[in-house]
């Protein structure tokens, strides 16, 4: 149990460390424009799996 609350504890201090340098907006902008790219790849895929006449669900 101690190991599990030293390995979070180390992960806690990566993660402020990573938060308070300035990559967390970074990440942030990296992350949405990901997100609608593969948004984007969803509707696509809808759209030509209905065109060719296969089931969208």
């Known amino acids: 149990m101690l190991g ?3 390995a979070f504890f180390i992960f806690a201090i990566i993660a402020a460390a990573l938060g308070f340098g300035g990559i ?3 990440s942030a902008g990296i992350a949405q424009i990901l997100f609608f790219v593969f948004l984007g790849l ?3 895929t809808f759209v ?3 065109v060719r006449g296969k089931n969208v669900v």
């Open 4 to 6: 599990w609350a030293l």
């Open 42 to 44: 969803l509707v696509l």
């Open 48 to 50: 030509v799996r209905a």
């Open 24 to 26: 967390a907006g970074a």
